[in-house]
């Protein structure tokens, strides 16, 4: 049997450990566990497909920006460099770590968690990746730099002809990946694998 303490009123809860629907607080109706079934399988698909569409997105070219005869390329990490040359150090700061480091971060993080139990070995510092994956969850921005770009490209529109390169198309992609990927993940399943216990 678990017993879960509810999120909202406190009432201890219990229900069968083998549970296969979701549990409902009894007094407030709070989500308290809800299935996801085969959530390690398709989590760690769903990481490893990240992390691969993460390499295309900053190894091709993210836009293409022709004006007459002149053709300027762009990756995403050229583009965060522009904006340190511009002295936007906050600017690019802030860019990196949102759309770089803590994406690669979250997808390195679940992949180290999930590779091992998948193989059926121990995990070191298990404890220690899931609380850094749950902190860095607020600011991974992959979506809000999306939607930066497309508001750039209808504002330059006019300007220039923007082509969209191969990373945007990867890009794009990505956020929804990454969301499908943290949100398969069923974290009291995690924690109970992880029990050095077991």
């Not at 490893?48 to 070219?61: D, E, H, K, R, T």
């Not at 979250?106 to 139990?117: A, R, V």
């Amino acid at each position: 049997m678990h017993i879960v303490a509810c999120h909202d009123c406190d009432l201890l809860n219990s229900f069968p450990a083998d549970a296969t629907e979701t549990r409902l607080c009894v007094r407030c109706g709070c989500v308290l566990h809800q299935y996801r079934p085969n959530s390690i399988d398709r989590t760690l698909a769903l990481a490893l497909g990240a992390l691969i569409l993460f390499i295309v997105a900053n190894s091709f070219p993210f836009l293409e920006m022709k004006n007459g005869g002149f053709i300027q390329q762009t990756t995403l990490l050229t583009g965060i460099h522009e904006l340190w040359k511009q002295q936007l150090y906050g600017l690019s700061t802030l860019v990196f770590l949102t759309c770089i480091l803590i994406p690669f971060l979250q997808m390195i993080g679940l992949l180290y968690l999930l590779l091992p139990l998948k193989l059926g070995r121990s995990v070191p510092g298990a404890i220690t990746v899931l609380r850094l994956l749950r902190h860095l969850a607020p600011w991974g921005m992959l979506e809000i730099f999306l939607l930066g770009i497309l508001v750039a490209l209808v504002k330059l529109g006019h300007m220039a002809t923007i082509v969209p390169g191969t990373s945007v198309f990867s890009f794009g992609i990505l956020v929804f990946v990454m969301a499908a990927a943290l949100t398969a993940l069923d974290r009291p399943l995690l924690w109970e694998r992880l029990d050095p216990r077991r």
